[in-house]
């Protein structure tokens, strides 16, 4: 199994920053692309914020573009968010996801999530 905990979410002024953490452990061969999702309150459908591939490639939906900042550290297996210009509308719960293979083999793919972590963001 492969377990993933985020870290670092919290209570935020509009403006303010927040740097939020992933660690992935348990039956990890190989990690391919790592992402952060969010879900907003009021029922909202859950959106792909960030993501970055297993060379550092990274991709952001429109609305944090130039905002928030995605990167990983491979010796670790440990994805970050640095979350910057805060706004009202980023409050939201933030869930990380892993995928990649258990087994040298590549027989075994996984996509696994974390708990999620609340980011509120409020005068």
């Known amino acids: 199994q492969v377990q993933l905990v985020e870290s670092g979410g919290g209570l935020v002024q509009p403006g303010g920053s927040l740097r939020l953490s992933c660690v992935v452990s348990g039956s990890v061969f190989r990690l391919n692309a790592m992402h952060w999702y969010r879900q907003a309150p009021g029922g909202k459908e859950r959106e792909v914020v960030a993501?970055?591939?297993?060379?550092?490639?990274?991709n952001y939906v429109d609305s944090v573009k130039g905002r928030f900042t995605i990167s990983r550290d491979a010796a670790k297996n440990m994805v970050y968010l640095q979350m910057d210009s805060l706004k009202p509308e980023d409050t939201a719960v933030y869930y990380c996801?892993?995928?990649?293979?258990?087994?040298?083999?590549?027989?075994?793919?996984?996509?696994?999530w974390g708990q999620g972590i609340q980011v509120t963001v409020s005068a």
């Open positions: 993501t970055i591939t297993s060379e550092g490639s990274a």
């Open positions: 996801n892993a995928r990649g293979y258990s087994d040298s083999n590549y027989e075994h793919a996984f996509s696994s």
